[in-house]
């Protein structure tokens, strides 16, 4: 006689599931029989901060699994994820946000802003298959911590709770920054939030990740020289490097006198030619501590927005891998 072990958040609510013989049929309808009530007991026990913690590593495990997507390296494109997720709120309808991961849906996922970031949904789906009981909403915000964290960034604290919901609370497009805007856009954007012009300059802070495709917005390359790493470089190259317009085909975007392989958009170059944001810009490049401390603060803002946890829910941090291995 064998028998199933529920997990250990599990173990006090579920009766373990005992089946006779060996053939596969009865081990299956055994399962399936634990697996439902393994859901069914999460109602009574939840998830521990080791069991997030988990959900962390597995994704942390697969950021690097195809060498030829991008930089090989998916971690951009989750924080982009988690981003657009949450940058939708408004603070004057409650409206929003990453509660719901509304983005599963239409008309929400075919919004010209979210454009490939079915790559980093389809991304997290195993994930998902292998930890049920956590939310799509708080699985993209923890898949965005996991890559900050594993891409040599800050700690950014988690606090579980969010829940998902359906296609009717999708918000309006149009809630998300416009690349080829200026200044005042970016205020209007993040003031609807409760974002400042401090926090706007810091949460630009992204785009020391990743880069623009063609095929998505339009616009085409990296911001910095290391494009899977966080760092400062993106506040030094603003300041450092003497953006000129790209003569090409697509839409407008500037190239760098002498570092012509990568490239600014309309809405970075605004964050020079503010003077407000100026300020900003030229400390987080001269100190990248002040810029980490900063941008974790902002990050853990944004993606909280407009969740209604339950009183007491705690913030957890999570232990990067390499330093679970004592690197």
């Known amino acids: 006689m064998s028998v199933i072990q529920p997990p250990h958040y599990l173990a006090s609510s579920l009766t373990p599931v005992l089946y006779l013989g060996s053939t596969a049929t009865v081990g299956a309808v055994g399962y399936y029989l634990w697996a439902q009530r ?11 901060k080791e069991d997030y913690q988990k959900v962390y590593n597995e994704i942390a495990s697969r950021l690097e699994e195809d060498f030829d997507y991008d930089d ?9 994820l988690a981003w657009h997720a949450s940058g939708t709120y408004d603070t004057k309808t409650g409206t929003g946000g990453s509660n719901g991961a509304t983005m599963r849906f239409c008309p929400e996922s075919k919004h010209g802003a979210n454009a490939g970031l079915n790559i980093a949904r389809d991304f997290l789906e195993p994930v998902k298959a292998k930890f ?13 911590v996991a890559a900050i964290q594993e ?3 800050p700690i950014v604290p988690f606090r579980p709770g969010r829940q998902d919901r359906d296609s009717t609370f999708c918000p309006p497009d149009g809630r998300l920054p416009d690349a080829s805007e200026g200044a005042q856009h970016l205020r209007n954007i993040f003031y609807r ?11 630009s ?5 990743g880069r623009c495709h063609p095929n998505r917005l339009g616009f085409e390359g990296p911001w910095t020289y290391t494009p899977t790493s966080v760092s400062n470089q993106y506040y030094y190259m603003l300041t450092a490097e003497l953006w000129k ?6 839409p407008r975007q500037f190239q760098g006198s002498s570092s012509q392989t990568l490239m600014m958009l309309p809405t970075d170059l605004a964050l020079i030619q503010d003077d407000k944001m100026r300020s900003w810009v030229e400390k987080y490049a001269d100190d990248e501590n002040l810029f980490f401390h900063d941008f974790s603060n902002v990050l853990l803002k944004l993606f909280e927005l407009g969740v209604p946890f339950e009183e007491g829910t705690e913030r957890w941090t999570f232990t990067p891998t390499k330093a679970q291995k004592g690197l």
């Open 132 to 144: 049920p009981w956590i939310t799509y909403a708080d699985l993209w915000i923890l898949g965005g």
């Open 38 to 48: 393994a859901l069914l007991g999460l109602r009574n026990s939840k998830p521990t």
């Open 193 to 203: 939030m409760g974002f400042n012009d401090q926090e706007i300059v810091a949460l």
């Open 151 to 153: 891409m040599q960034g």
């Open 245 to 250: 317009v790209r003569q090409w085909d697509g």
């Open 205 to 209: 802070g992204a785009h020391s990740l």
């Open 72 to 80: 090989g390296n998916y971690g951009p494109v989750l924080v982009r």
